[in-house]
């Protein structure tokens, strides 16, 4: 079964702007990450928050994880074109085994 | 980074045959490989666990004598879709992680593009 439940499942919106992309989950998660997907393509790592933290920067990305409401949130600031692509939630279930949320489709308007 | 391949990105075939994937790990070992599959507009769903020398674990549902896998080395973990129909027809991604990083971080593959006629 799916660890997490991502919101919206598509959004789009103009160059320039935030997108704002929600992950909710159900079991306890010792980390939660964030991969994105070009279209027809492999995943590509984005970012990773452990249980600890609350808030975590990498470039104009910005991840927040709140683990009392099971939930995450990755923004992405000052989109551009090429962020256009599926973004997904994932964390590890069991040992070692990576469960992914269902995505949220991401299309920046140029 | 570490670094993985597959092999074909895509592949056309007839239905009843078979088709094998390659999933290899450039730079680094991997004792144990990860098999997904992802349907149009859909996330990725855990097929199998490959570890290197020992048979594959499959997640609840996916039948193992019709995705055959071969971990037969350190940097390759093989797919062989049997007697493929064109329910078969998915995108085909494996993952890995290395030792030094664990498998917090993997590293993904770009994909293998199945289509049963």
């Known amino acids: 079964s799916q660890q997490g439940e991502e919101d919206p499942q598509a959004l789009s919106i103009q160059e320039g702007e935030n997108a704002t992309m929600n992950c909710s989950y159900k079991t306890s998660i010792n980390n939660l990450q964030w991969y994105r997907q070009n279209s027809g393509r492999g995943l590509v790592h984005l970012i990773l928050?452990?249980?600890?933290?609350r808030e975590k920067h990498s470039g104009r990305l910005r991840v927040t994880l709140d683990t009392s409401k099971k939930s995450s949130s990755l923004l992405i600031t000052a989109s551009r074109a090429a962020d256009t692509a599926s973004y997904f939630c994932?964390?590890?279930?069991?040992?070692?085994?990576?469960?992914f949320g269902q995505g949220t489709r991401l299309t920046i308007n140029p | 980074g570490a670094v993985v391949s597959q092999h074909p990105s895509w592949v056309i075939c007839k239905s009843g045959t078979s088709v094998k994937i390659e999933c290899r790990s450039l730079d680094f070992q991997a004792t144990t490989m990860f098999w997904y599959r992802q349907f149009p507009k859909q996330s990725l769903m855990l097929m199998a666990t490959?570890?290197?020398?020992?048979?594959?674990?499959?997640e609840q549902g996916v039948e193992k004598d019709k995705f055959l896998i071969n971990h037969a080395s350190l940097t390759l973990s093989t797919l062989t879709v049997t007697s493929a129909h064109p329910e078969d027809s998915s995108f085909y991604i494996c993952?890995?992680?290395?030792?030094?990083?664990?498998?917090?971080?993997?590293?993904f593959g770009p994909g293998t593009r199945l289509t049963v006629l």
């Open positions: 928050i452990r249980s600890n933290e």
């Open positions: 994932a964390a590890i279930q069991g040992a070692q085994k990576l469960v």
């Open positions: 490959s570890n290197e020398g020992s048979k594959a674990t499959y």
């Open positions: 993952s890995a992680f290395t030792s030094g990083t664990g498998p917090d971080t993997q590293y």
